[in-house]
């Protein structure tokens, strides 16, 4: 086994504490790759709050660092190189979604970077919030030059979730787009609606938001609390992009979405209640994403060099994550924060 160090969940103080973790041996298609960057997000701070002590916790699922170890039937990586890896680090690969360059569907479901169950020896996978990490060269992603690593570790995982439903419902010039929640998602979401060409709008709680969305892109800002401005931007949007985390009526952002136009929920994940009324007028569609394939992750950095997009962060040593959290919480972060492991050294 190898031996590294990272932040592990402490399930009676919901805390992170320095301690030293254990990497399997690499594989024959195994990379170790050197964490440099590993962002924090809403699932990270879930996880640990949820955490019972129980089996051994290390969040971090969107990270970049430098390949330090390759196995003996690696191809595509050599030592040095920049890599970056999300939040699935394998699945079957022989089922339909698999197949399909879908992984983040597979009907076996994916093997998550933390929390899930290595499928070759069944120990829980540690996640990114550490020095090393190991991991299947297929699930590892060129890092392209020019992209800043610790601004580009948070497309592995807010990135790529919003990357993909815009791609799969085509937007690009022509397109009426608008992103609900100027956070970690919808930042991102708005800068590649930007890039592919659409027509792009935030829709924020209060006006507050209105020099950020026109920093990043955004032509228009509509303020959810205002009857009027609701009114006059009804059925004004060919997708609405919902990045919003808590809870909340999906009807006034449907009445929002243009005819045969779609509202994509990417925010909040949990129980939702809808009218059918609110999808019939208008024939309007209500749809869901979550992660990418590989292929897709893929082509969301190659997008991401071409345009020069990463993500808005605030880069914080690692010793500072339980303050990160704590922040993350109050949503006091504009937009994602980034943790640096070179500490753990």
């Known amino acids: 086994m190898r031996t590294t160090t990272g932040w592990q969940a402490d399930g009676a103080t919901a805390e992170l504490r320095r301690t030293t973790l254990e990497r399997r041996d690499l594989r024959p298609d195994d990379l170790a790759v050197r964490v440099d960057y590993c962002g924090v997000c809403h699932t990270d701070l ?31 990586f050599s030592v040095g190189d920049a890599v970056a890896v999300g939040n699935i680090v394998d699945s079957c690969g022989e089922c339909p979604m698999c197949r399909a360059g ?31 990490y190991v991991v299947r060269e297929g699930f590892a992603y060129a890092l392209p030059a020019g992209l800043d690593p610790a601004a580009a570790a948070p497309l592995l995982c807010a990135g790529v979730t919003v990357w993909e439903p815009l791609h799969s419902l085509g937007v690009g010039p022509g397109t009426r787009v608008a992103v609900a929640g100027l956070g970690g998602l919808g930042h991102l979401a708005v800068k590649f609606a930007v ?30 609390t205002d009857p009027d401005q609701l009114a006059d931007a009804r ?31 990417v925010g909040h994940l949990g129980p939702v209640t809808v009218e059918a009324m609110d999808l019939l007028v208008g024939r309007k569609k209500l749809s869901s994403a979550g992660s990418g394939g ?30 990160a959290l704590t922040r993350l919480g109050r949503n006091d972060v504009r937009y994602r924060f980034v943790l640096d492991l070179s500490d753990l050294d």
């Open 46 to 76: 879930h996880a640990v709050r949820a955490h019972d002590g129980g089996r051994a916790l290390v969040p971090g699922h969107e990270f970049t660092g430098v390949v330090t170890g390759t196995g003996s039937a690696v191809t595509r």
């Open 102 to 132: 879908q992984e983040n569907f597979c009907h076996a479901f994916p093997t998550l970077t933390y929390g899930g169950i290595d499928r070759h020896d069944g120990t829980a996978t540690l996640g990114g919030w550490s020095r090393e």
């Open 195 to 224: 890039a592919l060409g659409a027509e792009t709008s935030v829709i924020s709680r209060s006006a507050d938001k209105a020099d950020d969305a026109r920093r990043l892109g955004a032509q228009g800002l509509v303020v959810s």
């Open 235 to 265: 059925d004004r949007f060919d997708v609405v992009i919902d990045t919003i985390s808590a809870p909340h009526d999906l009807a006034p952002y449907l009445r929002l979405v243009a005819m045969d136009g779609t509202l994509s929920l």
């Open 294 to 323: 590989r292929p897709a992750t893929a082509a969301m950095l190659d997008f991401c060099a071409e345009h020069a997009i990463t993500a808005d962060i605030e880069l914080l040593p690692s010793s500072q994550v339980d303050e």
